[in-house]
């Protein structure tokens, strides 16, 4: 496990959401969604599947299309800052991967599309402790060997908002810890931090707000804390389910 | 867009079915002329350039389908979430994988060209005129569009596998379906990347109802300009369409 996580201080920037829809063959999707995000703390992104976590996320990157609403990153979208990269780094999905590229391959291509300097690969990959495999094909390494490179490519920017999608897939209880540490170091180095996840006892830990989302609607947004009124081990959990319901 | 497009170039580099498929297209001009001159296809009015261009059509269905195969890949592989989260402007991102594509397919044709300039000087009797090698660009320019078209069909569709059919029939259907275009035919043969390298390398052989009307040069700017059409079609489907 790599001993060293980004923590240089950067000024983080907000994420905004403000009234975002999306319709997608008459289906909504996402309804009006609102929240924000803010830098030096945690944002748990949380909802079941097909809550419409996913398609927000994308949506802040401008990935998908809103069909109205906004969202925006410092104030302005995704697509308008100069160096995205350094603004934002991503973790969708730990296949978007080509599967015959190396990791090295595959890092190169992040950082020369945004200048970066070739010493960010070398630093990327030692960050997340792929070293030894940097150069066996993506379509050989294992799901955690995947994640870890997912990371790699939100973190290789050193960007001032990390927004991860279900990072905790596939990795061990080891990489799992260091993963928290991580996402810490980034928060308190005043960076915002966006990750949905649907390990409750996970969240509880690492993060400092809370944003649950069901059927396309935000059904909560504020602080930990003042959202379950608990300190105690599955309040999260216990609040989720009473808000979402346990099917 | 220089980074952008340096990024697509490191794609392609980075990827060795890519890389090999690269180096296949350019191979397959001398190839192929290679092929028909050996076989004693060269007659006694042919130049040694017109025999070293004999090849070009496979070199143009193979980029073309090359460069499908890499923009449709970006889908198939679903990379296209990652290329989209580190350059969200799409014009930007588009405008280089299609310039990346036409840059290789270019750079890959000039060395295609020239090798099989070389390889069927090599191998053709005495007696044979060397003829215009600067007229081989047209083998450049058309490789170029043909890449260029080939991305753009790649992005559209969004299936590797799909697109090869579709820039396959793009650029056959012209030639193929000839006889059925009536007086367009000049206009819309002669305009086709084939038979702009046949402008180019021999015109005042070529048959009266596939030359262009204005000559060579004229033929080349229109095959680009419906390069560019298609395009630009891409360009506005990949702007509207989600990642």
Redesign the interface.
Known sequence: MPPESPTTSRPGLAVEVEDASKVIEGVTVLDRVSFTALPGRITAFLGPNGAGKSTTL?AI?????LTSGRAAIGGRP??EHPQ??RV?G?L??P????????AR??L???A????LPRASVAAAIDLVGLADIATVPFGQMSLGMRQRLGLA?ALIGDPAVVILDEPHNGLDAAAIRWLRAVLRALADAGRTVLVSSHLMGEVEQVADDVVLIDEGRVLAAAPLRELVGSDAPGALEDHYLDLVGSR | MR??W??EL??V??????RAGAVLAGLALPLTSLLVVSSGGLGDADTLTSGAATGSMSSLVAYAAWAAVVAG?EYT??????????????PVLYGAKVAAAATIAAAGAAAGAVVSLLVVAAVTPSGHRLGDPPALLGVVLASGAAAVVGAAIGVLTRSSTGSIAVVIAALLLPRAAAGLLGGLQPWIVGASPGTVVTQFVQGAQLAADHAYPGGAALAAVTMLLVALAVATLGGLAFA?R??
Do not use: E, M, W
């Open positions: 994308r990157l401008g990935i998908d299309h995704f697509r995205p990269v934002a991503a969708l999905s296949d978007a991967v080509h599967p015959g590229r190396t391959g595959h190169s291509v992040v020369a599309s945004n200048g490519t | 980074s952008a340096t990024a490191v794609k580099l980075t990827v060795r079915g890519f890949s592989q679903r990379t296209i979430v990652v290329s989209l989260a580190t350059v969200p402007r799409r509207r989600d990642g």
